[in-house]
């Protein structure tokens, strides 16, 4: 008996670090989609009395799938500990207009496991919604920790608004690194001036920090402004690369100097891993 890792198809790089951290083995489940469009998951090895630990992210409607039907198939486990690095939905977690369901909680009411973990959900208000105890995870600290050996130039960790402070600060503070957030000043009926609130940004490298970078509009005009008001290289840093469409190439045309990721969602960009910190709440 003892511990055993089951990767969903969307986390199995993360899911092998994971369980390297661990000193333990991940088993070689078995996925596939039937022509009809409905998907398959398989854990090929024995699941019986042991304590599982799932690890699948949930960008899509399939990975969403795929996750309730590993849950299943470990339903003779002795514990099950379910990790959802990225969980898709979460950002519906309000019903902005009549007949809309709360999606994020929706989705958290069908994850039936001994304990949840998240990583940097948009909004911790929707763990109380899964059906056991629920914990979110940081991971500020590894992007800190990758910033501060990037050799920048007087560094500065910027969030793009006052609520992706929960995202910077942690990792600024931890690193001894100067933060701050753009403020938006209205100067007239239609000139709105948006620039670091407290911090001179002119001839520093900056990071633009955020937990998703999904389109990657707000951020492209962010890193416009902040070159026109003289920051040297603009950085951009998140814990959820979603990159939808041409996200990449609006965030290169803004004048992006480089990107980076945590592998909740494995992208090219993925250049840290929440591996570390998802092992330590395993041991738990």
């Known amino acids: 008996m003892g511990l055993k890792i089951v990767a969903g198809p969307s986390s199995q790089l993360l899911a092998t670090r994971t369980a390297s951290l661990l000193g333990v083995?991940?088993?070689?489940?078995?996925?596939?989609?039937?022509?009809d469009g409905e998907v398959y998951a398989r854990v090929t090895g024995e699941i019986k009395g042991q304590d599982v630990v799932v690890i699948q992210s949930t960008p899509t409607a399939d990975d969403y799938v795929y996750l309730l039907e590993l849950i299943d198939a470990c339903d003779e486990a002795k514990t099950l500990t379910v990790i959802i690095p990225y969980m898709g939905y979460a950002r519906q977690d309000k019903r902005f207009h009549p007949g809309e369901p709360i999606s994020a909680r929706a989705i958290a009411k069908t994850i039936k496991a001994d304990r949840v973990?998240?990583?940097?959900?948009?909004?911790?208000?929707?763990?109380?919604?899964?059906?056991?105890?629920?914990?979110?995870?940081?991971?500020s600290g590894v992007i800190g920790n990758y910033v501060v050996n990037m050799s920048l130039y007087e560094p500065v960790l910027l969030a793009p608004d006052d609520g992706a402070l929960k995202i910077v600060k942690p990792a600024a503070e931890q690193y001894k690194l100067p933060y701050d957030y753009l403020e938006k000043t209205r100067i007239s009926g239609d000139e709105v001036k948006i620039a670091p609130k407290n911090l001179d940004i002119k001839g520093r490298d900056v990071v633009l920090m955020d937990d998703i970078v999904s389109t990657g509009g707000t951020i492209a005009e962010a890193i416009k402004l902040l070159k026109a008001q003289g920051a040297r290289e603009v950085h951009v840093?998140?814990?959820?690369?979603?990159?939808?469409?041409?996200?990449?190439?609006?965030?290169?045309?803004?004048?992006?100097?480089?990107?980076?990721?945590?592998?909740?969602?494995e992208k090219a960009t993925s250049k840290v891993s929440v591996a570390p910190i998802i092992a330590e709440a395993v041991k738990r």
Do not use: Q, W
């Open 25 to 35: 083995g991940v088993d070689l489940t078995d996925y596939k989609e039937f022509p």
């Open 117 to 139: 973990f998240t990583v940097n959900i948009h909004d911790p208000s929707v763990l109380p919604y899964f059906p056991c105890p629920a914990t979110d995870l940081n991971a």
């Open 237 to 265: 840093a998140c814990i959820h690369a979603v990159l939808v469409r041409n996200a990449v190439l609006r965030l290169n045309n803004g004048g992006m100097r480089s990107i980076l990721s945590t592998d909740t969602l």
